[in-house]
């Protein structure tokens, strides 16, 4: 389960040897590997299942496709097979999650998530708004705890849960400057908010990983801007950039470790 080991979803374990329990904001998942089948239970229909791990794209065709645009890209797509971009129902999630991962880890950034999920259902918009930093601050979010309350409580005022979901329907640029304007979201979170949370796949999040993977295919030792990182992968993969920036992170990310 490549897919939610990789620093797109947070509320995700492994509870016995393939056996996998998840959420996605009002959706809870229980699912077993098996012989290479998926036994699933769930309080979601099988769509939302298959929309959450982006199944509806034949990513072996994807890969290829990728491959012909830049035949470099080859020992990419060789080692992430069976890595899927994630569609996440619920942007309220995502914005926290990403708002929790500014310099984190994945382990802390799944701490946070649990403590402010509490349980299989994430919360409301309107339950996070009520939070208090302090409390938040002690539960070891740090730093990150003002944002968690400004960002939350802004949101609301826009509109809530209504303004997060409209932003599907407004150009990627646009719904990235309208994130932008909540408290602890720069240009890289928002742009993983865009990507995982309103399925904006030609959202293009940079990262030092997502920069060292295009050095590395270049094979150059300069500096390569976070700007220019972007305009790499979106020359070379057009609409579907944030779904072959996925895959550049964690080819990099598992390679290093």
Known sequence: MKCVTAGQVF??????????RGADGANWYQVQVCSGHLNIVSNADKKAFESLFRLDENYALLREEFCEREPRFREVADATKGLRSMRCSDPVEVLLAFIC?????????????????GGELFPRLEQIAM?????LREAGFGYRAKYVCGASRL???????DWLQSLRNQPTEMAIQELMTLPGVGRKVAECIALIGLDKTDAVPVDTHVAQAVKRIEKTSSTITNPKTRDWITERFGNKAGLAQQMLFYWNLTSKR
């Open 155 to 161: 949101a609301l005022e826009l509109g809530g849960e």
């Open 11 to 20: 509320r995700w374990q492994e509870v016995e040897p393939d056996n996998w």
């Open 131 to 135: 939070l208090q930093e302090q409390g």
């Open 101 to 117: 991962s500014s310099l984190n880890n994945i382990p802390r950034i799944t701490n946070m998530m649990n403590h402010l999920a």
